[in-house]
């Protein structure tokens, strides 16, 4: 069965330091990878997907961005975050039937 | 974008009573999903559904695709407290890419005792 992991599921930054969110998926091949933010329990936001290695497609301009360095590897960084930078982040994979799955979540508050 | 509108926002209920909330949009899609999410998680994958007039059940969970593709609803008989939670509708447009799927803003589910 296919599995998601993303790590690390809580962090404290102080504004200005740089993020790496990672993510992966175990027990498929070539699915499609998306970071999505929440705000306060609610209201998902899509911020990159990718539909193989290599390939992103961010939806909103902001401080983040994103890589994909191996096929079910799903990377989220900053290298300067800023306050408006936290909330709770979701990595999902996909693939067909249009059914995305979720990770458990990172938890990022920048102080 | 696309919006999906999720009612109600807030559901105050007590143990043992049904529950219904449901999702329309203007738009047609060619997939429901229903999520919910625990407090500090990610969202779990309820019921899906593919095909206009569907209708799904996973134990007191019932789900329906609407026949006119545009609404979905997704009822919970005789709730327990660990249905509390925020639930999601989710929806892909027909026609759309991989771009994922355009959610509700969710329904927090708070059961009394």
């Known amino acids: 069965s296919q599995t998601i992991h993303q790590w690390p599921a809580t962090l404290v930054q102080p504004v200005g330091s740089p993020l790496s969110l990672e993510c992966t998926v175990e027990?498929?091949?070539?699915?499609?990878l998306y970071w999505y933010r929440q705000a306060a329990g609610r209201g998902l936001q899509l911020l990159f997907y990718?539909?193989?290695?290599?390939?992103i497609s961010s939806e909103v301009p902001q401080n983040l961005s994103a890589s994909r360095p191996q096929d079910r590897q799903f990377i989220l960084s900053s290298k300067k975050l800023l306050l408006s930078d936290s909330g709770f982040y979701l990595c999902?994979?996909?693939?067909?039937?249009?059914?995305?799955?979720f990770g458990e979540g990172s938890w990022l508050t920048v102080v | 974008g696309q919006q999906l509108n999720q009612s109600p926002q807030s559901m105050f209920i007590q143990e043992g009573e049904d529950v219904s909330m449901n999702c329309t949009s203007s738009?047609?899609?060619?997939?429901w999903l229903w999520y919910k999410q625990d407090p500090g998680e990610g969202p779990v994958l309820l019921i899906a559904?593919?095909?206009?007039?569907e209708l799904t059940s996973n134990g007191r969970l019932t789900a329906q695709f609407g026949i006119t593709r545009k609404d979905s609803f997704l009822n919970i008989s005789a709730s327990i407290p660990s249905d509390v939670g925020i639930y999601f509708c989710?929806?892909?447009?027909?026609?759309?890419?991989?771009?994922?799927?355009?959610f509700g803003k969710g329904t927090h589910l708070i059961i009394q005792p």
């Open positions: 990718s539909v193989g290695i290599g390939q």
């Open positions: 559904l593919y095909k206009a007039g």
């Open positions: 999902a994979w996909g693939q067909g039937q249009n059914t995305i799955y």
């Open positions: 738009s047609i899609f060619n997939t």
């Open positions: 989710a929806g892909h447009l027909l026609g759309g890419g991989a771009d994922g799927l355009t």
């Open positions: 027990g498929t091949s070539n699915p499609n």
